[in-house]
Nanobody, 125 residues
Framework: QVQLVESGGGLVQAGGSLRLSCAASGLTFTSYAMGWFRQAPGKGREFVVGVSWNGGSTYYPNSMKGRFTISRDNAKNTVYLQMISLKPEDTAVYYC??????????????????WGQGTQVTVSS
């Protein structure tokens, strides 16, 4: 059974930082690109960033460049999202997702194969 388990969310003041983790099990981690998405209250799901199977390629939409950094540790089957200079508008549930393939980075137009349950990030002003 595939599981993606996010952790690291919480309450932080504006300008602060958080690092989210997503631990994967039940799948061959190196066969998957990984991505982070978020969903704010009352809004649709938004793609944050994607990373290829080996971490060699990443994709950040323009709106996400500069404050978010994705990385992965294939030895630990874990993908990370480092967030800095957080703003109240970053408040959302953050999800990690796995996309089968070793020649893809992923993005909002892809259908991801597996999803985590999400972790809440709340940024206070």
């Amino acid at each position: 059974q595939v599981q993606l388990v996010e952790s690291g969310g919480g309450l932080v003041q504006a300008g602060g930082s958080l690092r989210l983790s997503c631990a994967a099990s039940g799948l061959t981690f190196t066969s998957y690109a990984m991505g982070w998405f978020r969903q704010a209250p009352g809004k649709g799901r938004e793609f944050v960033v994607g990373v290829s199977w080996n971490g060699g390629s990443t994709y950040y939409p323009n709106s996400m460049k500069g404050r978010f950094t994705i990385s992965r540790d294939n030895a630990k089957n874990t993908v990370y999202l480092q967030m800095i200079s957080l703003k109240p508008e970053d408040t959302a549930v953050y999800y990690c997702a796995a996309l089968k393939g070793t020649v893809v980075v992923g993005g909002p137009g892809y259908t991801y194969d597996y999803w985590g349950q999400g972790t809440q990030v709340t940024v206070s002003s």
